[in-house]
């Protein structure tokens, strides 16, 4: 019998999942929880086998949950299954040691095999963040002069070498667009370059 707990804020989503797992033979539901820190406090007691995490929950966010329960039950594993497919929601899931990372947007069909998967030694992901994790294998390393940016001007490069505008920069930060003007400033000025494509292959080696 694998046991697997949910940690969803969405109240349908939760109990969509749950009933999958309590209708699956061969699993049983080790609890659905709202929020992280209620899920951490009971995972930590009763571990699950396999648990069910969302990213962007109210309160602490589903990756630093992993991180933490990983500390404290390194035996659990963990498939993020979010909406979201961007590389630094993928790769900061896998660096806090999640094993697997699926879209809710998948057939319900697949958080059982994938479930399985896991189960059996695998890392099950959707083709799309697969090839996304294979791809920044194949990425050149980010240059040295990567150390004379500041850590926000290296996120804003970031976001500036996914096609972000400053507009949705300044919104996804929380700062103003003027900000996000004085910001990209100062990192043609330290980078000596003009364009955003120019700081984007400097930096990370290939046009953003």
Do not use: W
């Not at 951490?40 to 969302?54: H, K, Q, R």
């Not at 990213?55 to 963990?78: A, S, T, Y």
């Not at 900061?92 to 998948?106: C, E, F, R, S, V």
């Not at 994938?114 to 189960?119: Q, T």
């Amino acid at each position: 019998m694998i046991s697997i707990a949910i940690i969803e804020d969405n109240e349908d989503i939760r109990d969509s999942l749950k009933a999958i797992i309590q209708s699956t033979q061969g699993f049983e539901c080790a609890g659905a929880f709202e929020d992280a820190e209620t899920g951490l406090g009971a995972l930590s007691l009763e571990p699950a086998d396999i648990v069910l995490m969302d990213i962007h929950l109210p309160g602490m966010d589903g990756i630093e949950c992993v991180r933490r329960l990983k500390f404290i039950r390194p035996e659990i594993q963990f498939i993020m299954c979010t909406i979201f497919q961007d590389d630094e929601s993928v790769f900061n899931a896998l660096k806090a040691g999640a094993t697997g990372y699926l879209l809710k947007t998948d057939d319900p069909t697949k958080i059982v095999d994938a479930i399985h998967e896991l189960h059996a030694g695998g890392s099950p992901m959707t083709p799309h963040i697969a090839r996304r994790v294979i791809e920044s294998f194949n990425r050149p390393a980010m240059n040295e002069e990567i150390h004379l940016l500041t850590k926000r001007e290296t996120e804003m490069l970031s976001l500036l070498s996914k096609g972000l505008r400053y507009k949705e920069i300044a919104d996804k930060l929380f700062i103003s667009n003027e900000t996000v003007r004085k910001h990209i400033y100062n990192i043609y000025q330290k980078l000596h370059v003009q364009s955003r494509i120019e700081a984007v292959n400097k930096i990370f080696g290939e046009k953003g």
